[in-house]
């Protein structure tokens, strides 16, 4: 998941990157990342994810999508932890990352196995639910 997010400090803005014109790929000015190879993107199929420039450039870079019907619930299950997971650490501060790192472990941890359960248990009702409703929001 790519939605969560937990600062230390600072803004939830917008960050501005100061570099010389026509040097954006330039390895000064990269930031490092790991990367896994394999995998795929699943997008909602929003008009914005899916214009032409944008299947365009799925299609020129061979990645493989998973389509995903337009304001669909989510499905999966890890979304509904990382709620959890803000639940706990809502009004939380830190004054360093290691300190931030412990808290979200911690209460990552603390999180009750039945928690993490429930969510697959209510997996196929969560389906028929969206079967039934037809594309139509549901409860979930």
């Known amino acids: 998941s790519d939605?969560?997010?937990f600062n230390l400090f600072g803004i939830d803005g917008i960050q501005w990157i100061r570099?010389?014109?026509?040097?954006r790929y330039a390895p000064q000015y990269q930031c490092p990342t790991v990367k896994h190879g394999g995998?795929?993107?699943m997008q909602d199929n929003d008009p914005k994810h899916t214009s032409g420039h944008v299947a365009n450039w799925f299609r020129r870079r061979r990645v493989?999508?998973?389509?995903?019907p337009s304001q669909s619930p989510y499905f999966n299950p890890i979304e509904h932890m990382w709620e959890e997971?803000?639940?706990?650490?809502?009004?939380?501060?830190?004054s360093n990352a290691n300190q931030k790192f412990a808290q979200l472990e911690a209460a990552w941890k603390s999180?009750?196995?039945m928690v993490v359960q429930?969510?697959?248990?209510?997996?196929?009702?969560?389906?028929q639910a969206d079967n039934d409703a037809k594309g139509y929001p549901t409860k979930y």
């Open 64 to 68: 493989d999508l998973l389509e995903w």
């Open 85 to 94: 997971l803000e639940r706990r650490l809502k009004g939380v501060r830190t």
């Open 19 to 23: 570099r010389p014109i026509g040097s």
């Open 111 to 113: 999180i009750p196995m």
């Open 3 to 5: 939605e969560s997010k």
């Open 39 to 41: 995998g795929f993107v």
């Open 118 to 127: 429930t969510l697959l248990d209510s997996m196929p009702r969560r389906c």
